[in-house]
């Protein structure tokens, strides 16, 4: 009897584990970014990201503030430029899985080099059509970002 129990725990937490891991599938677009700090805190509604979760993979690009325009720049892209352009985003992709709220990301690629074979541990809570994910980092700051489905 022990052992048809331990079987039957481990089937449930195996598939709520994979129901969790599934419900993050599909693409997701932020409304909002909260820096919070220790002693204060920076809402962002300017921001450009989305984040797309497949069974085991993800993708996420994220441009924050204003991102120049060269499109109709004749002249040639100047160092400066393209540091600026540089500076307002963030992207990577890699392989996740989910475990009771937290959101656990490999990094494989990334727009920073020093980040690839990076772990990054979030929080999650996924709301509906609403998806939340927040990242402290190691002086404490804690980077919120709403989402809503896209798809």
């Known amino acids: 009897m022990n052992k048809l129990m331990i ?3 481990a089937i449930f937490l195996v598939g709520t584990s994979a129901n969790a891991q599934n419900s993050l599938n599909g693409a997701w677009l932020a409304t909002e970014l909260a820096v919070i700090g220790e002693k204060d805190a920076v ?3 300017d921001l450009e990201s989305i984040v797309i979760f497949s069974e085991e993979h993800f993708s996420m690009f994220t441009n ?3 991102r120049p325009d060269f499109l109709n720049d004749e002249d040639q892209i100047t160092d400066q430029q393209k540091i600026d352009s ?3 985003f963030n992207t990577n ?3 996740y899985n989910v475990s009771r709220g ?3 990301r490999q990094l ?3 727009g920073n080099p020093r980040d690839i074979g990076s772990t990054v541990e979030s929080e999650y809570q996924r709301k509906g059509d609403v998806l939340i994910i927040a990242t402290k980092d190691s002086q404490g ?3 919120r970002i709403t989402y809503v489905r896209a798809d």
């Open 7 to 9: 079987m039957m725990a």
């Open 43 to 45: 809402v962002y509604m």
């Open 64 to 66: 924050i503030g204003e």
């Open 86 to 88: 540089y500076q307002s």
């Open 93 to 95: 992709a890699g392989v």
């Open 102 to 104: 937290t959101l656990i």
């Open 108 to 110: 494989v690629f990334s």
């Open 141 to 143: 700051v804690i980077n």
